[in-house]
């Protein structure tokens, strides 16, 4: 059965920080991998996908995540995080072939110290 | 330019209540999907429409969940005689081709239901 891991419930890194949020996946074939962002009161917001190709796949709001299949992950990155990065990460995996439910993580509550 | 659309945002319920929550989802969009995401986890998938066809209802959790799409554009999430661990928020989600795997899903703000 297809799972997603988020093994981080709550990270908190400084305003201009470095970020990394980890994500891990179990599934038979290469899937389908998304990262989405929920603000409180907002609902989920794509910041990008994988789907075939190259592993480096770039997002919206500065975000980038590397597929690497070795490890089965799909981890998040920013350079340098601002403020109104904080939010809930939620790394989504879909299955080739399937209607295109997406099974999610748990998530990661972001907090940005000033 | 509207986004995908819930309604009402907020429901309590007493136990044993029907509830029905609403989802209006981008116009031309022929995939939505319903999920339900209790607190502290990230969205489980409940059903599936492409058009007015439910395709996948493999992950309502009882009998008393049902879903329609009757003219394939607003959909309605019903939950019979509600109780407590119905609480959670009901997301819906909007995308534009069949093969929704292929195409973004554009979630709405979701309906934070309470069961008391």
């Known amino acids: 059965a297809q799972s997603v891991t988020q093994p981080d419930i709550h990270i908190t890194v400084s305003e201009g920080a470095s970020l990394e949020l980890r994500c891990n996946y179990s599934?038979?074939?290469?899937?389908?991998l998304f990262w989405y962002v929920q603000s409180p009161g907002q609902g989920l917001q794509l910041l990008l996908k994988?789907?075939?190709?190259?592993?480096l796949v770039q997002g919206i709001k500065g975000f980038e995540a590397e597929f690497k299949r070795s490890q089965s992950s799909f981890n998040l990155r920013k350079p340098s995080v601002h403020w109104s990065d904080a939010a809930e990460y939620f790394c989504?995996?879909?299955?080739?072939?399937?209607?295109?439910?997406?099974?999610f993580g748990k998530g990661t509550k972001l907090s940005v110290k000033p | 330019g509207a986004g995908v659309s819930q309604s009402p945002r907020y429901k309590v319920a007493k136990r044993g209540q029907d509830v029905a929550l609403r989802c209006d989802p981008i116009?031309?969009?022929?995939?939505l999907f319903w999920y339900q995401q209790a607190l502290g986890q990230g969205p489980e998938f409940l059903t599936y429409?492409?058009?007015?066809?439910?395709?996948?209802k493999s992950g309502l959790p009882s009998d008393r969940f049902f879903a329609e799409r009757p003219e394939g554009s607003v959909s309605t999430l019903k939950i019979q005689r509600t109780q407590q661990e119905d609480s959670a928020v009901y997301l819906c989600?909007?995308?534009?081709?069949?093969?929704?795997?292929?195409?973004?899903?554009?979630f709405g703000p979701g309906t934070r239901l309470t069961v008391l």
């Open positions: 116009s031309g969009h022929v995939s």
């Open positions: 989600a909007s995308s534009q081709g069949p093969l929704a795997a292929y195409n973004e899903q554009f």
């Open positions: 989504a995996v879909g299955a080739r072939g399937s209607q295109g439910n997406l099974i």
């Open positions: 994988y789907f075939s190709g190259d592993t």
């Open positions: 599934y038979g074939a290469t899937p389908y």
């Open positions: 429409f492409q058009n007015e066809a439910q395709l996948d």
